[in-house]
Structures are given as C-alpha cells and as structure tokens.
C-alpha cells in the first residue's frame, strides 16, 4: 500500500534510463510488458524524499512534438494524524442526533457504529490500548484512576513510535488518570486544560495551527460525565453530546482555515459506551464505539464492511503515518478505508533512537 514518489525531475531522468535499457535489451519488434515501467519507480527511494516540485526542477513545460506535457497535480498526502476521542460516546446517539461536525466527518469520511472497545470498558486501560494497540494482559493499565506509584504502560505506545522517528506529538486531555499512558519523554507535549471540552479544544486547535505535529491524541470528557451522573442517552447526556460536538467544531474550523486539514487524518472514537449510569463491559451497549476517519485518500460516506475494534486505531495511525508496526500488535491497520487510488503516504522517517 505504501507508495514510493519520485520528484519530477527524478521521475523524467529514470524514464530517460529506462528507455534507453528497453531499446538496449529489447529485440526488435518485442512489446516492453505492461508492468515493466513499475520498478523504476520502486527502486527510487532516495528521490521519494523530495516530492515537492519547484520551478527549478519541474518537468519542461513541454514535449519535442509539440504539445503540453500535462499536469499531473500531487494528490494529498497525510501529513499527520490526529486522534480524537471522545468519552463514553455511544454510536447510536452520534448516528441519531444532529450533530453538524460529526456529520462533516463521517459523511465525508469512512465509518462504523459497530466499533468495540476491550473488554475492559473503562477509561484508563481502553484509552491505552487505542493508543498502543495492545490489550490489557499486554499493556499492564488494569486500574481507572491516577495512581502515581503505579507507574506507566508496559508497551510501546504510537507517541513513543513517532517519537522515535523525530515526529512531534502531543496530547490535550481532560483526565488526569491518563497520564499514565505518558511514560517521560514518550510525548513533546501532555496538557490537561480543564476537565470539560471547550478548553481542551481550544488549547488543542491553537497547537495544531501553530505546531503542526504529525501526531496529537486529544480527548474530551464531557459525555461520560453526564452518562454517569444522569444516565447514557437521557437529554442531559443528549445535550452534552450536542455541546462535545461544538467542541469538535473548534478543532475541525481550525484545521479548515489553517488548510491543515486537506493534508490531516481525522480519526474520531471514543472509550467506551454505557447504560443506565455506569459501564462495566459486560454488555455489548458497554463496548459498541464510534469509530470514524476523515483524511487525504480516506473513502467519502463510506460504511465500512469489516470489523473494527480500538486496537486498529494504534495500527492505523501508525499505517498512515508511515511508521513500522510492530508484529505482536493486536490491532490491524484499517486499510479498508482507503480509496483505492494509491495513498500517498508519507516517506518513513529515519529511526532516531530505539523504540523502548
Ligand atoms: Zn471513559
């Protein structure tokens, strides 16, 4: 899936060398092989790190016989990811209720309302394997509350990944409980700007316009607090819905204006569901999740067909950042949600210092 871009000007002179091997080697009359001109490509990886054309190495403007050489715009690549979670919420509520910025990114974006969480449907060790793509016999975050002597997660998480490959990353969160997923130095930035979602959106947004990490998890509060104090989908937690939305909106009109989102890939999920007032797990309206994506090569209005679970979020985030993903990782990079235009997906990274 991964694609490997050369530069115009790189893409011209192997096409230059390539002919010159096919008259070479060809008897005459032979056809060239329909799939022959593929390798070339493939075997300029070096050029796949300089893809933006410049008046100074672009391609002539035109060709011996005469006629323009056609323009070929780049499609968008996914220049970062940005993760959003949402707390408790439940996919029948997002899917029912008007909600304009939701809409906006599942209506142009891949869905499903039949996501799961882990077993384990509580905050703290649900939130750790979305971000790791471990469970909880991996990645050792049993508890639900912010323990200090407990320490970190035992796992890799995707920041430490990003990390590694020199990406900044940040995290804008409403409970404190889970910095235990932030071992030191796994992430540039961790800030918890209030409990409830308008200031964690908006210390989010102005970052993102202002920084541009390729990788921020940001995570709002708001509707698995009025779940637990006045029941999942009662009008309270209907309207905290409603207002989480709003928040959402700061975030999404932020990346709109700064022009960050036509190069962003949104995913929006949350922890867990709930019923009455708790969440135990034990049922399935406890684990059913949103999960949704909207990005450069993501499917519009698209449902998707497989099953999805918040271990796939750790893998898809990694996918499309170009970042290597871990062979015991429970999770599966959703490749279903892309077009099946070639993605353009980033150039890896080099490796900086060694994954912990
Ligand atoms: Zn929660």
Known sequence: MRQLSASPTARWALLAIFVAVVVAVLPVGAEPSAGLPAPIVAAAPIAAAAPVATAANAPPASVP???????????PRIQRVLIISEDGLRPDIVSTLRLPWHESLWQRGSYSWKARTIRTASTLPSHAAMLSGFDVEAHGLTWNNWHPSRGYIKVPTIFDSAIAHGMKTA???????LRHIVPPGSVDVFERPGYYCKRVAEDAAAYLVAVKPPLTFVHFSDPDEAGHASGWASEKYKQSVTHSDRCLGIILDALDKSGLAAETLIILSADHGGHNHTHSGALMIDREIPWIARGPGVREGYRIQGPVSTLDTAATALYALGLPIASGLAGKPLKEIFSEQPVQLPPLPPLLVPIP
């Open 171 to 177: 995290m804008f969160v409403g409970k404190s409980k």
């Open 65 to 75: 016989d005469g006629g323009a050489a056609p323009a070929v715009p780049e499609p």
